[in-house]
């Protein structure tokens, strides 16, 4: 990995991470800010359920992540321009493929009648007092950010946004190309993994994104529908976007987000 890109990868640390994998070069774009290798289906774990209450923005907020919820990293209640995108802004050359842009870019699925967003970002690593300058720099990037969307929907609004992921990352396993704020995303692969836990229903998916250099960057979703509200979760690991490696999604932002729901 040359320095250069290196510095590159730091300069384009933003909630437009994945937008800007494919240059892996710095820019302002907007943004809202281990899978199974492609085995199965990203079939969601159901379970009946009654008729559950939508939740309005007010009580959204209050079941929204707080700093006081997790043990480490940093939470944002209040998100800044570069972390908040709006739907029209992402685009994808298959209609098809939407739901999953949607779902990377912290973007509410369908028409919720309420929804609000939080990011989480873990603590740098400290790199070692020997380290080069670029292994330095890697190992302060080498952590996760997490985008959080919470929606409630009215009626089957809720299914509906899990079940067009699912079937998105069915029809586009393939990969396909979307823009973010007028940012070209490559995505050259799409796997499912294991549901997550703690939810009526859920789905976990990576999407594989061309950036610069030949790399093959991993960006994580991860969606929990609880009742009649979905949480979608959009990680990407700052270091990966530079060196492809794989992470692992949080589970304890994960679960202390969903705990909160009930």
Same mark, same amino acid.
């Given at each position: 990995?040359?320095?250069?890109?290196?510095?590159?990868?730091?300069?384009?640390?933003?909630?437009?991470?994945?937008?800007?994998?494919?240059?892996?070069? /710095? &820019?302002?774009?907007?943004?809202?800010?281990?899978?199974? +290798?492609?085995?199965?289906?990203?079939?969601?774990?159901?379970?009946?359920?009654?008729?559950?209450?939508?939740?309005?923005?007010? !009580?959204? !907020?209050?079941?929204?992540?707080?700093?006081?919820?997790?043990?480490?990293?940093?939470?944002?209640?209040?998100?800044?321009?570069?972390?908040?995108?709006?739907? +029209?802004?992402?685009?994808?050359?298959?209609?098809?493929?939407?739901?999953?842009?949607?779902?990377?870019?912290?973007?509410?699925? /369908?028409?919720?009648?309420?929804?609000?967003?939080?990011?989480?970002? %873990?603590?740098?690593?400290?790199?070692?007092?020997?380290?080069?300058?670029?292994?330095?720099?890697?190992?302060?990037?080498?952590?996760?950010?997490?985008?959080?969307?919470?929606?409630?929907?009215?009626?089957?609004?809720? +299914?509906?946004?899990?079940? /067009?992921?699912?079937?998105?990352? !069915?029809?586009?396993?393939?990969? @396909?190309?979307?823009?973010?704020? &007028?940012?070209?995303?490559?995505?050259?692969? =799409?796997?499912? /993994? *294991?549901?997550?836990?703690? &939810?009526? !229903?859920?789905?976990? =998916?990576?999407?594989?994104?061309?950036?610069?250099? %030949?790399?093959?960057?991993?960006?994580?979703?991860?969606?929990?529908?609880? &009742?009649?509200?979905?949480?979608? @979760?959009?990680?990407?690991?700052?270091?990966?976007?530079?060196?492809?490696?794989? @992470?692992?999604?949080?589970? *304890?932002?994960?679960?202390?987000?969903? %705990?909160?729901?009930?």
């Amino acid at each position: 990995m040359r320095t250069s890109s290196v510095r590159r990868t730091a300069l384009a640390v933003s909630a437009t991470a994945l937008a800007l994998l494919v240059t892996a070069c /710095g &820019g302002s774009g907007d943004d809202q800010d281990k899978a199974d +290798e492609g085995k199965g289906k990203a079939a969601p774990s159901t379970s009946a359920a009654a008729p559950a209450k939508t939740l309005t923005a007010a !009580e959204l !907020e209050k079941a929204a992540l707080a700093q006081s919820d997790v043990k480490g990293g940093k939470v944002a209640t209040k998100l800044p321009a570069t972390d908040d995108i709006a739907g +029209e802004k992402v685009q994808t050359q298959d209609a098809a493929c939407l739901p999953l842009a949607h779902a990377q870019a912290g973007v509410a699925q /369908g028409e919720p009648a309420a929804s609000v967003k939080r990011s989480w970002t %873990g603590d740098p690593v400290k790199p070692s007092a020997d380290a080069k300058p670029e292994d330095a720099l890697l190992a302060a990037l080498d952590t996760e950010k997490v985008l959080i969307n919470l929606a409630s929907y009215e009626g089957d609004g809720a +299914e509906q946004a899990v079940r /067009g992921v699912v079937e998105a990352a !069915e029809k586009c396993a393939g990969g @396909f190309k979307a823009t973010l704020v &007028g940012e070209p995303l490559d995505v050259t692969k =799409v796997a499912t /993994g *294991d549901a997550p836990e703690g &939810g009526d !229903e859920g789905a976990a =998916v990576t999407l594989t994104v061309a950036a610069d250099e %030949g790399v093959a960057a991993p960006a994580k979703i991860v969606l929990v529908r609880k &009742g009649s509200t979905v949480v979608t @979760f959009s990680a990407v690991n700052l270091a990966s976007m530079a060196t492809g490696e794989d @992470f692992e999604v949080p589970a *304890d932002v994960v679960a202390a987000q969903v %705990g909160k729901l009930g």
